[in-house]
C-alpha cells in the first residue's frame, strides 16, 4: 500500500467511525510507524479532509461539542450492538428501578427489554419510544433541553433530576476508553448527566463495542473502577480485559 491509498484509508476510516484514535490508526496499520501516521494525520487536516485532534482525528461532518448524529451512529457496528443489547437485557430484574442513558445501543437495549415491571427513568427520545410497547413497565421522561444531534435531553434541569433520583442499575452508553483516563464522551452535558446516573445507582452498567476501547474524547465520564459491569461484543483487546479483571469489573 502506497501512501497516497493509506491516507485515503484514514479518510474513508475516520469518516465511516466518526472519530479514530491514533491507537486505532497504529493497530489498523502495524506496519506504519507512530511519526508517519502522525505525518498523515497533519496533512490530511491541512488538506480539509479531516480534522485532527488531541490523540487522534475526527470526521469534518462530526459536530463539535457533540456525540455525532444518532443516526450516524446507529448505522455503524450494527451487529455489535445488537449484541450487546441482549447481553444487557439479561442484567435487568423485575421490580427495580433502571436508568437508560441515550444512544444508539441504550436504544437497542430499550427494544430487547422483556415485559416486566419495571420503574424506567430515561433522557433519551428514542429509548422512550421503544419503551413505549412495554405494557408493565412505568416510564419516565427527565425533562430537559433537547440535543437534537442525540434526540435525548440534556442541562441544567436533566441533571438536577437524575441527581435527585435513586437507581438499582443504570445503563451508561460511552463513546471512548483510553487506559488511565477512563470512559469519556463528546459532549460536557451529556458527560455530566452520566456521572450523575452513574453516582446515583447501586449498579452501573457500560455498554461500549470493542471499537471504543482507545478511542479519546474531550470529555470524561467516569473511571473503569467506578463501574461494575462493561457489556461488550466479545472482540475487546486483552489488554482491556487484563484492566478489567484488575478493577474487580465484570466484563461480559
Same mark, same amino acid.
Given at each position: ?16 467511525? $466518526? ?83 441515550? $444512544? ?7 427494544? #430487547? ?23 408493565? #413497565? ?62 446515583? #445507582? ?31 461484543? $466479545? ?18
Amino acid at each position: 500500500m502506497d501512501m497516497d491509498q493509506r491516507r485515503d484509508q484514514i479518510v474513508s476510516l475516520v469518516n465511516e467511525e $466518526g472519530n479514530v484514535s491514533l491507537t486505532q490508526l497504529k493497530r489498523t496499520f502495524p506496519d506504519v510507524s507512530e511519526t508517519t501516521l502522525r505525518t498523515d494525520l497533519k496533512t490530511l487536516d491541512a488538506q480539509r479532509l479531516i480534522i485532527r485532534v488531541h490523540g487522534g482525528a475526527k470526521s469534518v461532518g462530526f459536530a463539535i461539542g457533540t456525540d455525532d448524529l444518532l443516526d450516524n451512529r446507529s448505522a455503524r457496528r450494527s451487529q455489535e450492538k445488537l449484541e450487546i443489547a441482549h447481553k444487557a437485557a439479561q442484567l435487568v430484574r423485575p421490580d427495580t428501578t433502571i436508568y437508560l442513558d441515550s $444512544g444508539s445501543t441504550t436504544t437497542e437495549l430499550a427494544e #430487547a427489554l422483556p415485559d416486566m415491571r419495571l420503574l424506567i427513568f430515561t433522557n433519551s427520545l428514542t429509548v422512550a419510544t421503544k419503551l413505549a410497547r412495554l405494557e408493565q #413497565a412505568s416510564t419516565y421522561l427527565v425533562g430537559g433541553r433537547l440535543n437534537t444531534y442525540s434526540m435525548c435531553t440534556t442541562g441544567g434541569s436533566a441533571i438536577k433530576r437524575v441527581g435527585s433520583l435513586s437507581f438499582d442499575q443504570a445503563f451508561i452508553g460511552v463513546t471512548g476508553y483510553e487506559r488511565g483516563n477512563g470512559f469519556t464522551c463528546g459532549s460536557d452535558d451529556e458527560a455530566v448527566l452520566k456521572r450523575s446516573a452513574c453516582e446515583n #445507582a447501586t449498579q452501573t452498567v457500560v455498554l461500549m463495542d470493542s471499537s471504543k476501547v482507545g478511542r479519546q474524547l474531550t470529555f470524561p465520564v467516569c473511571r473503569l473502577d467506578e463501574v461494575d459491569t462493561v457489556v461488550s461484543d $466479545g472482540d475487546c483487546p486483552d489488554e482491556f480485559a487484563a484492566d478489567c479483571e484488575a478493577a474487580s469489573v465484570t466484563l461480559l
